[in-house]
C-alpha cells in the first residue's frame, strides 16, 4: 500500500533523526500519541497543519537573518525576505492592518517590541530633543543615558492578572512590571466583567504612557472603541495584545467594537493558539510605528527564525481560506455549549459563561484548590490548567481555577454533543477528589485523592469519544 505525502514525509523525518538520536525520535512520536489520546483543552494550545509544521523543517534553520527586508546584516537573504514578506503580506490581508512586523520569537517577545517602539516614539526627554533624533538605532551613549533615568517614570495601565490579564501586561515579576510605573485594572467584584466606567477612573487618575487590553483568562469579549476612547481621553498609546483570540478575529467572529485593529495604535499576538500556525508572535500597526517596529531586531530580538517564519506564512494563507471563518465560530459555539454544560452540572464559572474560546472554572465548588484539580484532571486524560480567579485567596501558584479552552478540539471535528460529554467528564472527576493532607495532617493546598479506577474510568471514556475524530488522520507513523 502507498502511503500518502504527510505519512511519507512525517515516517521519512523520523528515520533520520532515529539515525542519529533515537530517543528524540521516540519522544516526538509518543507526543502524537498522547495527543491522539488525550483531551487536550488548554486554551493557549492547538494543532497546527502538516503543512505548517513541515515548513518549520528545512534549510531556513540554518539562515541567520538580522534586519527587515532588504536591509540585513548578513548577505544571502534573499528567500528569507521572500517568505518574510509573503507572511507579512497575509496578515496585512487577513486582520486589515496597515503593517505587519512577524519576527517575534514569542508573544512575551512581541509585547517587548510594541512597548519599545512606544517608547521610543512617545518619549519626550530633552536629550532626544537637543540631538533631534527619533529612531532608537540613532542613540548616542549620552542620550540613552538620559533616557534611562527618564523610561522608569513612564506609566502603563494593564489588567491584572487575576482579572484574566496576561504577566506581560505588568505583573510585577515580569520585565514589563519592571520597565514601567505599573497600575492594573480588574474587574467587576459581582459580575466578574470589566467595568469601562471604573477603567477610565483609573486612567484619569494614573495618565498612563500605554494602555493595554487584551486578556489570557478572561472568557468575555472586550469593547475595544470604548477603550481606544479612554485612552484618547488620557493621550494613552493604545495597545492590545490578542494573542489569545487573534483566530477569532482573523475568522471574523470578533467584528466591529470587538475587532482590536481598527480601534488599536498596535497589537501583538502570538501565532498558535487560535490562530493554529507555529509557536511564535507578530505585531500589526499603522505607519506612525512601522519604522519604530521594524527595529525590533536588533533592538529586542536577536536574529529572526525564518524557518518559523515560512511555517508562519504558510499558516497565515491558510487562515485566509474561506472554512477558517467556519472554524472561528465553532471554536466559540463549543466554548458556550462546554459552558452550558458544566453550569447544568453545578459548576461554578467567572462571569456565568463565555463569549469567546475559553472557560473559566472557579474549582473552590468543588473544594479544591486549582493545583489539585488540575492533576487530577490529567490523571483522567484531561489537560487543563491550572489559573486564578478574581480576588484569588490561593494566589497564582495554587490558584482556585482552572481554564479550559476549546481551540485544539474544534480542529479535531468535536462539536457541541461531544462538549457536553466532555462537561459531564469534567465534573465527573472534579466531584469526585477530595483534596488531600500533608504528612502532619494539616490541609495540603496540592495534594489530592482521586480513586485511580475512576480516572482510568474517565481516560477510557476521553479516549473513546476522541476515536470518532483522529487527530492528523493523514499522518501514519506505522
Known amino acids: 500500500m502507498s502511503l500518502n505525502a504527510e505519512s511519507t514525509a512525517f515516517r521519512s523525518a523520523l528515520e533520520v533523526i532515529r539515525a542519529v538520536e533515537p530517543r528524540v525520535a521516540d519522544a516526538i512520536g509518543a507526543e502524537l500519541a498522547d495527543q491522539r489520546e488525550s483531551l487536550k483543552l488548554i486554551a493557549s494550545e492547538n494543532y497546527a497543519s502538516p503543512a505548517t509544521l513541515l515548513a518549520m523543517g528545512n534549510w531556513f534553520s540554518d539562515k541567520y537573518a538580522e534586519g527587515t527586508i532588504g536591509r540585513r546584516?548578513?548577505?544571502?537573504?534573499?528567500?528569507?525576505?521572500?517568505?518574510?514578506?509573503?507572511?507579512?503580506?497575509?496578515?496585512?490581508?487577513?486582520?486589515?492592518?496597515?503593517?505587519?512586523?512577524?519576527?517575534?520569537?514569542?508573544?512575551?517577545?512581541?509585547?517587548?517590541?510594541?512597548?519599545?517602539?512606544?517608547?521610543?516614539?512617545?518619549?519626550?526627554?530633552?536629550?532626544?530633543?537637543?540631538?533631534?533624533?527619533?529612531?532608537?538605532?540613532?542613540?548616542?551613549?549620552?542620550?540613552?543615558?538620559?533616557?534611562?533615568?527618564?523610561?522608569?517614570?513612564?506609566?502603563?495601565?494593564?489588567?491584572?492578572?487575576?482579572?484574566?490579564?496576561?504577566?506581560?501586561?505588568?505583573?510585577?515579576?515580569?520585565?514589563?512590571?519592571k520597565m514601567f510605573d505599573q497600575r492594573s485594572y480588574g474587574t467587576d467584584p459581582v459580575t466578574g466583567l470589566i467595568d469601562y466606567d471604573k477603567v477610565a477612573e483609573a486612567a484619569r487618575e494614573f495618565k498612563p504612557l500605554i494602555l493595554v487590553a487584551g486578556y489570557s483568562a478572561y472568557p468575555r469579549k472586550v469593547n475595544f472603541r470604548i477603550m481606544r476612547e479612554i485612552a484618547d481621553s488620557v493621550g494613552a498609546t493604545f495597545m492590545v495584545d490578542m494573542a489569545h483570540f487573534a483566530g477569532l478575529v482573523a475568522g471574523k467572529v470578533f467584528t466591529g467594537d470587538f475587532d482590536p485593529?481598527?480601534?488599536?495604535?498596535?497589537?501583538?499576538?502570538?501565532?498558535?493558539?487560535?490562530?493554529?500556525?507555529?509557536?511564535?508572535?507578530?505585531?500589526?500597526?499603522?505607519?506612525?510605528?512601522?519604522?519604530?517596529?521594524?527595529?525590533?531586531?536588533?533592538?529586542?530580538?536577536?536574529?529572526?527564525?525564518?524557518?518559523?517564519?515560512?511555517?508562519?506564512?504558510?499558516?497565515?494563507?491558510?487562515?485566509?481560506?474561506?472554512?477558517?471563518?467556519?472554524?472561528?465560530?465553532?471554536?466559540?459555539?463549543?466554548a458556550q455549549a462546554l459552558a452550558e454544560g458544566l453550569l447544568r452540572r453545578g459548576a461554578k464559572l467567572v462571569t456565568g459563561g463565555t463569549d469567546n474560546h475559553l472557560v473559566l472554572i472557579d474549582v473552590s465548588g468543588y473544594g479544591l484548590t486549582g493545583r489539585q484539580a488540575e492533576q487530577a484532571l490529567l490523571d483522567s486524560g484531561i489537560v487543563t490548567n491550572r489559573n486564578a480567579v478574581p480576588q484569588d485567596p490561593n494566589g497564582a501558584w495554587y490558584t482556585s481555577g482552572i481554564r479550559i479552552g476549546t481551540p485544539a478540539l474544534t480542529t479535531r471535528g468535536l462539536g457541541g454533543t461531544e462538549m457536553d460529554t466532555t462537561a459531564e467528564l469534567i465534573h465527573t472527576v472534579l466531584s469526585q477528589t477530595k483534596p488531600g493532607s500533608n504528612a502532619d495532617g494539616t490541609p495540603s493546598k496540592a495534594k489530592y485523592v482521586l480513586d485511580p479506577a475512576l480516572a482510568e474510568t474517565v481516560s477510557k471514556q476521553a479516549s473513546d469519544l476522541l476515536s470518532g475524530f483522529p487527530l492528523y488522520p493523514a499522518v501514519d507513523l506505522g
Open 261 to 334: 485593529v481598527p480601534h488599536a495604535h498596535i497589537v501583538t499576538t502570538t501565532t498558535h493558539k487560535s490562530l493554529r500556525g507555529p509557536r511564535g508572535g507578530m505585531v500589526l500597526c499603522g505607519p506612525e510605528l512601522a519604522d519604530q517596529v521594524d527595529r525590533g531586531c536588533p533592538m529586542v530580538l536577536g536574529g529572526p527564525l525564518p524557518h518559523v517564519m515560512a511555517a508562519k506564512a504558510v499558516a497565515l494563507a491558510e487562515a485566509r481560506w474561506p472554512d477558517f471563518a467556519d472554524y472561528a465560530q465553532r471554536i466559540v459555539d463549543n
Open 73 to 177: 546584516f548578513y548577505a544571502g537573504c534573499q528567500n528569507v525576505d521572500t517568505v518574510e514578506a509573503l507572511a507579512a503580506e497575509h496578515a496585512k490581508e487577513l486582520f486589515g492592518a496597515a503593517h505587519a512586523y512577524v519576527q517575534p520569537h514569542s508573544g512575551i517577545d512581541a509585547n517587548l517590541v510594541a512597548f519599545w517602539a512606544i517608547l521610543a516614539d512617545r518619549v519626550e526627554s530633552p536629550a532626544l530633543k537637543k540631538a533631534q533624533v527619533r529612531q532608537v538605532n540613532d542613540l548616542t551613549e549620552a542620550d540613552w543615558f538620559a533616557l534611562r533615568r527618564e523610561l522608569g517614570n513612564q506609566r502603563m495601565l494593564g489588567m491584572s492578572l487575576d482579572a484574566g490579564g496576561h504577566l506581560t501586561h505588568g505583573f510585577r515579576p515580569n520585565i514589563s512590571g
